[in-house]
């Protein structure tokens, strides 16, 4: 059985790098087949996903967060994480890790999730 835990701060400032990782147990990030994914859910509306990673290594990202968002990981750890830059406000929201078959908010696993709150 796979199980994903998010890590990371609850609280970031605005302006900073929001860092969060996720630790897979029971799983391989390089060998398993298909992605490993970081969605999110802000308050009062539904998933939006932000990237992904491939047993390979290569990243993908959304189009809307392309630019602020970077994925990599520690395969030695079996873990991989989310960087999002300059955070807003707007960026508040429940962070998840998961693994599905494609990129997206399907997924056959998924982690408690974790909340982030951008405050000053």
């Known amino acids: 059985q796979v199980q994903l835990q998010e890590s990371g701060p609850g609280l970031v400032k605005p302006t900073q790098t929001l860092s969060l990782t996720c630790t897979v147990s029971?799983?391989?990030?390089?060998?398993?087949?298909?992605?490993w994914n970081w969605i999110r859910q802000p308050p009062g509306k539904g998933l939006e996903w932000m990237g992904a990673?491939?047993?390979?290594?290569?990243?993908i990202y959304s189009p809307s967060l392309k630019s602020r968002t970077s994925i990599s990981r520690d395969t030695s750890k079996n873990q991989f994480t989310l960087q999002l830059s300059a955070v807003t406000p707007e960026d508040t929201a429940v962070y998840y890790c998961?693994?599905?078959?494609?990129?997206?908010?399907?997924?056959?696993?998924r982690g408690q999730g974790t909340q982030v709150t951008v405050s000053s």
């Open positions: 998961t693994r599905g078959t494609s990129v997206g908010t399907e997924y056959n696993y």
């Open positions: 029971g799983g391989s990030i390089a060998t398993d087949y298909g992605y």
């Open positions: 990673i491939k047993p390979s290594g290569i990243t």
